[in-house]
Structures are given as structure tokens and as C-alpha cells.
């Protein structure tokens, strides 16, 4: 029910965009977000944002570098992600759950896209 793409072979400093279509039903009063593995590392939150946009939160690592939407006409999340660095090298997940706030913890995710491969190159 959730697909994300738009993943690649980038260089430092370059950008990607990601998405992710929903499909199968809305999200309606959830919390959407990314998470990313990299190989050998837990899976790790990213980003999140509310059902209405409104409000987001993203991990420290990715602040003033990434930034997160949603088109809910579209069922449509995105990722825009900015100064990529190697360290940003892994699969990348959405996910949704049943929150009302930009919080999406791991264990609360309901429902888990196909992971997407970003590979930054140094």
C-alpha cells in the first residue's frame, strides 16, 4: 500500500527526490514519514509530518538538509533530500502510523513501503 522511489547513484553535494504513492486507501489522520537503513545499522527515523502538512520533524543528522511534504490529492509523500553526503548512503523506507503529531516512532509504524536504494558517492 505504500511504494516509494525515486532512489539513485548521486554525488556528494547532489540532491534527490523521493516518493511515496499510497495506494489501497488514504492515510487520513496519519502520520507519515521516512526511515533509512544503512548496511551493518538498525533502521533509523528520518523524517515525519502530520496528516495536514503542517507539521514535521526530521533527525538531526538531516536538519537544514532534507525536507519532507505531502500531497494529500495525490496520496503522495516526498522526500527532497539536499547536499547529499556518503553518510546518507542506505535504503531508504516509508512508513505510516496512527498519530496525530509529526511523531513517528518505530515500533508504531502500521504500515512499511519497499525500501528505495540511495547510494551517495564520495
Known amino acids: 500500500q505504500l511504494q516509494a522511489s525515486g532512489g539513485g547513484l548521486v554525488q556528494a553535494g547532489g540532491s534527490l527526490r523521493l516518493s511515496c504513492a499510497a495506494s489501497?486507501?488514504?492515510?487520513?489522520?496519519?502520520?507519515m514519514g521516512w526511515f533509512r537503513q544503512a548496511p551493518g545499522k538498525e533502521r533509523e527515523f528520518v523524517a515525519a509530518?502530520?496528516?495536514?502538512?503542517?507539521?514535521?520533524t526530521c533527525a538531526d543528522s538531516v536538519k537544514g538538509r532534507f525536507t519532507i511534504s505531502r500531497d494529500n490529492a495525490k496520496n503522495t509523500m516526498y522526500l527532497q533530500m539536499d547536499s547529499l553526503k556518503p553518510e546518507d548512503t542506505a535504503v531508504y523506507y516509508c512508513?505510516?502510523?496512527?498519530?496525530?503529531?509529526?511523531?513517528?516512532?518505530?515500533?508504531?509504524?502500521?504500515?512499511w513501503g519497499k525500501g528505495t536504494q540511495v547510494t551517495v558517492s564520495s
Open positions: 489501497g486507501r488514504t492515510f487520513g489522520n496519519y502520520a
Open positions: 512508513a505510516a502510523g496512527p498519530y496525530g503529531s509529526p511523531s513517528l516512532p518505530i515500533k508504531g509504524v502500521v504500515y
Open positions: 509530518i502530520t496528516w495536514s502538512g503542517s507539521s514535521t
